[in-house]
């Protein structure tokens, strides 16, 4: 059945991604709203879905990564002025994993970036307004930039068996494309990107949609073509992504929360020649240290099912912090997840309670990422 929209607010001001309609016949079982647009959930159990991923191939309507688009003869020198990361060390048709910053080196999103030209770049966004902090930075500078939303609508294949996929849609020479790289291709007449990357921690690939008139066609072009490889439509895997360490903007930082606190302070480059912008507050950061920190989290008891709200966490009577994220994993057969605490606090086997809705519960400081930490698995 198709999803009941009814059960949705409805009005033209819900975008809707370019696949919608063709996702309709695998009966999505709910929708959030992400950057503005409708998100598909599940079409199965979230568990059903996880351990598809793990075996099979999963393909995931992500449209809602929008893309904050920097161009012009000072593009490269905007988009450097976004993020920490050092760009002059990104090539052209490579992508990277950057944290765009405030002023104050708060986090306004952590996009993978693409550079597809010289001065043309594509920042694929976390759900926040990350394109009108872009523009309020420009309106007062007298730079050549253009900024905008393309008509771009990416879409994910994950799993064992992406490759695969990938290799029947545009043959084995695709295989050789590296970790973080992207091509600029053409599938039957539709313009795409192609690039190694996901939000799963599993050997995986994007599709960038570039017309998204072709939404129906390129679905039910990836469908069969995976249909031999058991593919099947699911909605994004907390569950595998935590098991990862891969964070989610908004759940787990937020822009009162700099890189250092988060653990991705390997993705600022402060003593570069160039400007960005938190600069000098993250070079304070660095030289004072954090009060404060994001880290992985084991919590006692049975299963619990993923938390609607930030969790408080005690110690020795005392409240000291926030879960952030928590859920079970069906492999590791705990709850795990991650959690604010001072940094006095934060070493691993560090002892705090959690407030569950079961009620409280002790819990242990552990590293992350839980699984797989030096990322051999999306690198394969």
Same mark, same amino acid.
């Given at each position: 059945?198709?999803?009941?929209?009814?059960?949705?607010?409805?009005?033209?001001?819900?975008?809707?991604?370019?696949?919608?309609?063709?996702?309709?016949?695998?009966?999505?079982?709910?929708?959030?709203?992400?950057?503005?647009?409708?998100? %598909?959930?599940?079409?199965?159990?979230?568990?059903?879905?996880? *351990?598809?991923?793990? !075996?099979?191939?999963?393909?995931?309507?992500?449209?809602?990564?929008?893309?904050?688009?920097?161009?012009?003869?000072?593009?490269?020198?905007?988009?450097?002025?976004?993020?920490?990361?050092?760009?002059?060390?990104?090539?052209?048709?490579?992508?990277?994993?950057?944290?765009?910053?405030?002023?104050?080196?708060?986090?306004?999103?952590?996009?993978?970036?693409?550079?597809?030209?010289?001065?043309?770049? *594509?920042?694929?966004?976390?759900?926040?307004?990350?394109?009108?902090?872009?523009?309020?930075?420009?309106? !007062?500078?007298? *730079?050549?930039? $253009?900024?905008?939303?393309?008509?771009?609508?990416?879409?994910?294949? $994950?799993?064992?068996?992406?490759?695969?996929?990938?290799?029947?849609?545009?043959?084995?020479?695709?295989?050789?494309?590296?970790?973080?790289?992207?091509?600029?291709?053409?599938?039957?007449?539709?313009?795409?990107?192609?690039?190694? +990357?996901?939000?799963?921690?599993?050997?995986?690939?994007?599709?960038?949609?570039?017309?998204?008139?072709?939404?129906?066609?390129?679905?039910?072009?990836?469908?069969?073509?995976?249909?031999?490889?058991?593919?099947?439509?699911?909605?994004?895997?907390?569950?595998?992504?935590?098991?990862?360490?891969?964070?989610?903007?908004?759940?787990?930082?937020?822009?009162?929360? !700099? %890189?250092?606190?988060?653990?991705?302070?390997?993705?600022?480059?402060?003593?570069?020649?160039?400007?960005?912008?938190?600069?000098?507050?993250?070079?304070?950061?660095?030289?004072?240290?954090?009060?404060?920190?994001?880290?992985?989290?084991?919590?006692?008891?049975?299963?619990?099912?993923?938390?609607?709200?930030?969790?408080?966490?005690?110690?020795?009577?005392?409240?000291?912090?926030?879960? +952030? +994220?928590?859920? *079970?994993? %069906?492999?590791?057969?705990?709850?795990?997840?991650?959690?604010?605490?001072?940094?006095?606090?934060?070493?691993?086997?560090?002892?705090?309670?959690?407030? +569950?809705?079961?009620?409280?519960?002790?819990?242990?400081?552990?590293?992350?990422?839980?699984?797989?930490?030096?990322?051999?698995? %999306?690198?394969?």
């Amino acid at each position: 059945m198709a999803f009941d929209m009814s059960l949705v607010q409805r009005g033209a001001r819900l975008r809707r991604s370019p696949f919608y309609e063709a996702e309709q016949a695998h009966g999505p079982r709910g929708y959030t709203v992400y950057n503005h647009m409708l998100f %598909p959930t599940s079409y199965d159990d979230f568990e059903a879905e996880y *351990w598809h991923l793990l !075996n099979h191939v999963t393909l995931w309507d992500v449209a809602v990564e929008r893309q904050l688009e920097v161009q012009g003869r000072d593009g490269f020198r905007f988009a450097q002025l976004l993020t920490p990361r050092d760009l002059s060390k990104c090539a052209v048709g490579q992508g990277k994993y950057v944290v765009i910053t405030t002023p104050e080196g708060g986090i306004v999103n952590d996009p993978v970036m693409l550079r597809l030209g010289e001065n043309h770049f *594509w920042f694929a966004l976390a759900s926040s307004d990350a394109l009108l902090y872009a523009m309020g930075l420009a309106a !007062n500078l007298d *730079w050549d930039v $253009q900024l905008g939303e393309p008509d771009v609508s990416p879409v994910q294949i $994950q799993g064992p068996r992406s490759k695969d996929v990938v290799a029947a849609l545009f043959g084995d020479d695709i295989l050789s494309l590296k970790y973080y790289w992207f091509r600029d291709l053409d599938l039957d007449g539709i313009p795409v990107v192609v690039t190694r +990357t996901g939000w799963t921690a599993e050997v995986g690939y994007e599709i960038y949609l570039r017309d998204g008139q072709h939404g129906t066609a390129l679905w039910e072009r990836i469908m069969e073509a995976g249909r031999p490889f058991q593919i099947r439509p699911t909605g994004p895997s907390d569950m595998r992504r935590v098991e990862g360490g891969i964070l989610n903007w908004g759940a787990d930082m937020t822009t009162e929360h !700099n %890189p250092f606190e988060v653990g991705l302070e390997r993705l600022c480059n402060l003593d570069g020649d160039f400007e960005f912008m938190g600069k000098e507050a993250l070079r304070r950061a660095r030289a004072e240290g954090i009060r404060r920190r994001l880290v992985g989290v084991e919590i006692d008891g049975a299963r619990l099912e993923m938390n609607f709200t930030k969790w408080p966490i005690q110690a020795d009577g005392a409240p000291v912090g926030q879960v +952030t +994220t928590a859920l *079970w994993s %069906p492999r590791m057969e705990r709850n795990i997840g991650y959690a604010w605490l001072p940094i006095e606090r934060a070493d691993s086997g560090n002892q705090v309670r959690v407030t +569950t809705p079961d009620g409280e519960r002790g819990a242990t400081v552990v590293p992350m990422p839980f699984i797989d930490p030096t990322k051999e698995i %999306p690198k394969s």
